[in-house]
């Protein structure tokens, strides 16, 4: 199968608004490919701070590091990027949170990952009710080029996040392909937004370097951060109003989510 073929299966957004047919296109499929939102450049300097966190921890295999965005400038500024924030924001509304921020790499070589949905080892979310509610929404920027199957590519299920039965538990042991898994073609800089119950997982990688992706996962204010157990108080003092309000630090004068809870942070003429 070509690559165009490929490319044209995908729920292809643009950056920036929410528009009608995107909201048609997530409720349909769980997701929305965004291609180039950072240009080359860009994205070569993401991929060098990914590196670099996955160089400090030493990792080895398929790895990956979280809360990277407090010593890398360049991760924090795609907390908030604005080809992607306003989509965040026309599905949760103003009151969110960055609950963690994953820089994942897949080794050369590396093999296809396992199916599954995002979620809580401590609690099933499926476990809330049917259909599974949008608890976090990933945003995963593709760091290394992606535009031909097999080069560590996402491995989607459309619409899978609607199913009423889990997928078979032998096809979730063997690792074993889908007629209808789709496979995520993109170029280095594009972004993939989706929703928690898709079913997904890591596609095979053939080539010769490490695979690499920075995934933020925006959730509901009264999630817990899944990468920190607080934020480092270094980078609260340097960072702007809006990633300080997205990580989760903010006045509760009277309740958690009271008559007190802050109004949102965001300002519409940088963020639309």
Not at 56 to 80: M, Y
Not at 98 to 108: I, R
Not at 209 to 221: L, N
Not at 237 to 245: E, H, L, N, Q
């Amino acid at each position: 199968m070509s690559a165009e073929t490929y490319a044209g299966l995908n729920a292809l957004s643009e950056p920036g608004e929410f528009t009608e047919l995107d909201r048609f296109m997530f409720e349909s499929w769980g997701y929305l490919v965004i291609p180039n939102v950072l240009t080359a450049e860009e994205a070569q300097e993401c991929l060098e701070a990914a590196t670099r966190l996955h160089e400090k921890e030493g990792t080895t295999g398929w790895a990956q590091v979280g809360r990277g965005f407090e010593t890398e400038p360049v991760l924090d500024r795609l907390i908030d990027h604005p080809a992607v924030l306003p989509k965040v924001r026309a599905l949760y509304g103003d009151r969110f949170i960055l609950q963690s921020a994953w820089c994942t790499k897949q080794p050369a070589f590396g093999g296809f990952g396992g199916w599954h949905q995002d979620g809580s080892g401590a609690y099933d979310f499926k476990q809330l009710g049917y259909p599974i509610p949008l608890l976090q929404l990933r945003a995963s920027f593709l760091l290394t080029d992606q535009s031909l199957p097999r080069m560590g590519n996402m491995e989607m299920i459309p619409g899978s996040h609607r199913a009423q039965v889990p997928l078979p538990q032998d096809i979730r042991r063997e690792k074993a392909d889908l007629p209808i898994g789709q496979v995520i073609c993109a170029p280095a800089g594009s972004v993939l937004l989706f929703h928690n119950a898709v079913w997904h997982r890591t596609y095979v990688h053939d080539g010769d370097y490490d695979r690499y992706t920075m995934h933020y996962i925006y959730s509901p204010p009264w999630v817990r951060f899944s990468d920190r157990f607080e934020n480092d108080k270094d980078y609260l003092a340097r960072t702007t109003p809006v990633r300080r309000y997205l990580a989760g630090e903010y006045e509760r004068p009277d309740a958690p989510f009271g008559a007190g809870y802050p109004a949102a942070a965001f300002d519409d003429k940088k963020d639309n």
